[in-house]
């Protein structure tokens, strides 16, 4: 059964989204969340725990389905972290994903795609 339909992200996750869309480098925020769960896991894989973030509900909020329509986010997450509630974790890693892109953009000024990679 689905965890839930609905779900927000915090703002400096949306302004990060955001920037990524304006800058061409995606054609929405749904695209730059699913870009930073795959950066999260990727590069971050090690030091960091889903079940241990917290965010408090936001503003921005999004359909579930508009970032995971065939169900293969959770399918991968379930297998990646053994969890039972793979639609939170997946939350939780495109906001961590979000916000720590966020902040190396914002240290750097520059937004290179590359650095991420």
Known sequence: MAEFSQFTITDAAYEAATRFVEEKWF????????????????????EIDPSSLYYPG???NYGYSSFDSDGSWETVIKALYNTETPRAYFRNLIIWGLEDMGRRIQESGVLQITDFL
């Open 27 to 46: 054609d929405s925020a749904n695209e730059a969340g699913k870009f930073a769960a795959a950066y999260a896991i990727r590069c971050h894989f090690e």
């Open 58 to 60: 936001g503003t921005h």
